[in-house]
T-cell receptor
């Protein structure tokens, strides 16, 4: 069965420090993985997807099939990065999205 | 482009009452979804649709029904509200594997 695990519910880092939000997945097929972000009082929105291998707002995420991981990283956290982050896996004909439980990131000034 | 619009934003229901959460999108997306978000539980897929006239169950469909008569609309129906259905509900549509979310409906069943 498909599953997305985000082991940290809460994560606090100081401004300027590196940040890593962990995500592990289980899926027998070829995964499509995403990070979604929800800023305070805003809608959930796409941050980045593994297939595009891009850096958005300084964040990157590399798909590691051997470790079945898709950790989100940023070398220098900013206060505006404080938000709820969800890792998601897309599978099947209906493009069903399976979400992790989310990690609430707080960047301390 | 309004994107995905959900109504209402908030609702309090009594046990046993019924209601419909409305969702409409103006992006002509074929894929649409309903999720519920419970504290510490992430988003759970309730139902999804790959196009008008086609719907299928997700992870947690019990107690809910959906219909998809048009590409734009994907209403979620609660027939007999129960306290376990207290949650925040999100509707979404997707295109090329990017999901677009509504602002959510906070439902409380008392």
């Amino acid at each position: 069965a498909q599953r997305v695990t985000q082991p940290e519910k809460l994560l606090s880092v100081f401004k300027g420090a590196p940040v890593e939000l962990k995500c592990n997945y289980s899926y027998s097929g070829s995964p499509e993985l995403f990070w979604y972000v929800q800023y305070s009082r805003q809608r959930l929105q796409l941050l980045l997807r593994h297939i595009s291998r891009e850096s958005i707002k300084g964040f990157t995420a590399d798909l590691n099939k051997g470790e079945t991981s898709f950790h989100l990283k940023k070398p220098f956290a900013q206060e505006e990065d404080s938000a709820m982050y969800y890792c998601a896996l897309s599978v099947g004909l209906g493009n069903q999205f399976y979400f992790g439980t989310g990690t609430s990131l707080t960047v301390i000034p | 482009n309004a994107g995905v619009t959900q109504t209402p934003k908030f609702r309090i229901l009594k046990i046993g009452q019924s209601m419909t959460l409305q969702c409409t999108q103006d992006m002509n997306h074929n894929y649409m979804y309903w999720y519920r978000q419970d504290p510490g539980m992430g988003l759970k897929l309730i139902y999804y649709s790959v196009g008008a006239g086609i719907t299928d169950k997700g992870e947690v469909p019990n107690g809910y029904n959906v219909s998809r008569s048009t590409t734009e609309d994907f209403p979620l129906r609660l027939e007999l509200a129960a306290p376990s259905q207290t949650s925040v509900y999100f509707c979404a549509s997707s295109y090329l594997n990017e999901a677009f979310f509504g602002q959510g409906t906070r439902l409380t069943v008392v």
